[in-house]
Nanobody
Framework: QVQLVESGGGLVQPGGSLRLSCAAS????????TRWYRQTPGKERELVAG????????SYADSVKGRFTISRDNAKNTIYLRMNSLKIEDTAVYYC?????????WGQGTQVTVSS
């Protein structure tokens, strides 16, 4: 069964850190572009960070540059999002996806809440 499963979300205070994981099963991430998105109620899903299919190009939304780091471990078939200096406005459901030649997989999402 092909799936992406996110984990690592939770409640954190402003200025804190979290690391999200996205484990792939049923397929290998090699050759897939991989991305993290986030969504809050009433808003469109926003691209947060991405890694190109060959793993050499990294991209970030302006709102998270310098604070978030995306990475991928091909041996573990897992994508990560390290989030530092979290802000209240980072509160959202975070989703990972993997994309290759029009084949697109999404995870179910993990909630991140930044609150004092």
């Amino acid at each position: 069964q092909v799936q992406l499963v996110e984990s690592g979300g939770g409640l954190v205070q402003p200025g804190g850190s979290l690391r999200l994981s996205c484990a792939a099963s049923g397929f290998t991430l090699i050759g897939y572009a991989t991305r993290w998105y986030r969504q809050t109620p009433g808003k469109e899903r926003e691209l947060v960070a991405g890694i190109s299919s060959h793993g050499g190009i990294f991209s970030y939304a302006d709102s998270v540059k310098g604070r978030f780091t995306i990475s991928r471990d091909n041996a573990k078939n897992t994508i990560y999002l390290r989030m530092n200096s979290l802000k209240i406005e980072d509160t959202a459901v975070y989703y990972c996806n993997a994309d290759r030649a029009g084949v697109l997989y999404w995870g179910q999402g993990t909630q991140v809440t930044v609150s004092s």
